[in-house]
């Protein structure tokens, strides 16, 4: 099977559905004549010409209504944040447009958009630039939000995102687009809500997403050098999660860490914890445990950034609590 880049793929996955579909377009900074602010969109302007693939100007919350709008008028617009940090500048569009229009409007006007992007730290970016949002976004009813780990998840799901009916946030890595893997020059979709077991295992079950996947399956093959065997979960989608798989994983190893690169209060690996207790309180040996950011805007020393971020270290020391306490 070929290897491509994690923004190969992003790219195939659009270029794909905009060969199908004309209502199909691209928005945001730099996507056009720049080839795109990380190349994810290089070559697409010269294919699909000015109408379809679109500079903005820097003023995000114009262009996400203006996607908003098209999306309400029988387009299928991609709009692109330059990275998730601005599209706080954005966010009354995100929230009080897009992902509550249906409803408001009784059904008769359905959101058929993605707002994709880079999220998380990348770096020395310093505390505006290397937030994660997802559990923000995955808080609010009537969204859907993606948050791929490697090049073949990346390419289905992004697939699955822009034939989808609803709006989708679908959230990537500035530190994952030179990221190598396999992807298949047939077509294939991934569908949204369906978590992936990366790795089989016996003692304990890691749960993770996005580029904080690397940190746990690192991680998991350490643990295995100790002969202690760990199921890694890729949640792949964060709205809906797909609880299912990762209790059933529970009912087996007894034990569960959640890792992700977010601050601990009302995040992800928090709803986790609450569904695992709920479905599967019986099956725990030992309490859930995450390992999260630090509850902190991050620094910008680079000694900063690792305390910050979630890591092997912290995970390996995180199993053996759970394991041994």
Not at 23 to 28: Q, V
Not at 82 to 90: D, G, H, I, K, W
Not at 224 to 229: A, F, N, Q, R, T
Not at 297 to 312: C, E, K, R
Request: aromatic share 8%; hydrophobic share 45%; charged share 25%.
């Amino acid at each position: 099977m070929r290897v491509i880049q994690f923004r190969e793929a992003l790219r195939e996955a659009m270029v794909e559905e905009m060969r199908r579909d004309a209502n199909i377009l691209l928005m945001g900074e730099e996507v056009a004549e720049y080839n795109g602010a990380y190349k994810v969109s290089q070559g697409m302007l010269d294919e699909f010409g000015e109408k379809r693939v679109i500079d903005t100007p820097i003023a995000e919350l114009g262009f996400a209504g203006i996607g908003v709008g098209a999306a309400m008028n029988g387009l299928r617009p991609i709009v692109e944040f330059m990275t998730f940090n601005f599209s706080l500048v954005a966010i009354d569009q995100v929230i009080n447009a897009a992902a509550k229009i249906y409803q408001m409007s009784g059904g008769q006007f359905n959101i058929p958009m993605v707002f994709r992007g880079p999220t998380g730290s990348a770096g020395q970016l310093a505390a505006q630039h290397s937030q994660a949002f997802e559990s923000w976004y995955a808080n609010c009813p009537g969204l859907k939000v993606v948050v791929p780990s490697n090049p073949y998840d990346a390419k289905g799901l992004l697939k699955s995102a822009i034939l989808d009916n609803d709006p989708v946030i679908f959230m990537e890595s500035e530190q994952m687009y030179g990221d190598k893997g396999e992807v298949p020059e047939e077509e294939y979709y991934i569908p949204l809500g369906k978590a992936d077991i990366k790795k089989a295992g016996s003692d304990v079950t890691i749960v993770s997403f996005g580029k904080i996947m690397k940190v746990a399956l690192g991680a998991a093959e350490e643990l295995e050098k100790e002969g202690i065997s760990a199921e890694v979960i890729d949640l792949r989608t964060v709205r809906p999660i797909d609880y299912a798989t990762v209790i059933e994983s529970v009912k087996k190893t007894n034990r569960l860490v959640v890792v992700e690169e977010a601050w601990p209060l009302a995040s992800i690996s928090s709803e986790i914890a609450y569904m695992v207790q709920r479905n599967a309180f019986d099956y725990l040996d030992a309490p859930v445990k995450r390992v999260t950011t630090a509850d902190t805007p991050l620094g910008y020393a680079p000694t900063l950034v690792q305390a910050f971020l979630p890591s092997q270290e912290k995970v390996i020391r995180t199993v053996k609590e759970v394991l041994y306490k």
